[in-house]
């Protein structure tokens, strides 16, 4: 399997999310910020990391970033607002833990990389979104053939 596999899994299963248009969770593009309603989630390659080659297998783990934002309105709806639409990944992501069966997927991890923030503009004003990245870990089991294994 491929990375590319992984992210697009993780995409479906946020775009079933209500508080989401399918345009609204996006592979990299940003732009789509000029346009939201209300939320969007970004996702991006993370790092990864392989393990245990042996036994014609390995086990992979890679990170699929999602930066989500939400639009800034005023100081106590938009918090809460977010705090629930990211509930909402978090819980719906849970609801897979193989990535809806995507072959070889073990489980998944949701974390966050740091603490929501503000996004202000170039010049200082804002805030226009509320932000965070989230960190969705897959380990996944790959079957090795070829080379040494052959």
């Known amino acids: 399997m491929s990375y590319s596999t992984i992210e697009i899994a993780v995409q479906d299963i946020l775009q079933g999310l209500a508080q989401f248009a399918d345009a609204d969770v996006t592979r990299g593009d940003y732009r789509v910020l000029d ?10 390659p993370g790092s990864f ?17 999602v930066d989500y934002f939400y639009v800034y309105r005023d100081d106590g709806t938009s918090e ?11 819980a719906e992501l849970e609801k897979y833990p193989t990535l809806d069966g995507t072959s070889g997927i073990i489980q998944i991890r949701v974390s966050a990389d740091g603490d929501a ?3 202000d503009d170039e ?11 989230l ?16």
Not at 80 to 90: K, L, Q, V, Y
């Open 49 to 65: 990391t392989q393990a245990d080659v042996r036994a014609q297998m390995s086990y992979r783990t890679w990170d699929v970033l």
């Open 80 to 90: 809460t607002n977010f705090a629930t639409g990211r509930d909402n990944i978090i």
């Open 135 to 150: 960190r969705v870990t897959v380990v996944e089991r790959v079957d090795i053939s070829g080379g040494e294994f052959a």
């Open 35 to 44: 346009s939201i309603e209300d939320d969007a989630a970004i996702l991006a």
């Open 117 to 119: 923030e503000p996004v």
């Open 123 to 133: 010049d200082g004003r804002g805030p226009f979104f509320l932000w965070q990245r």
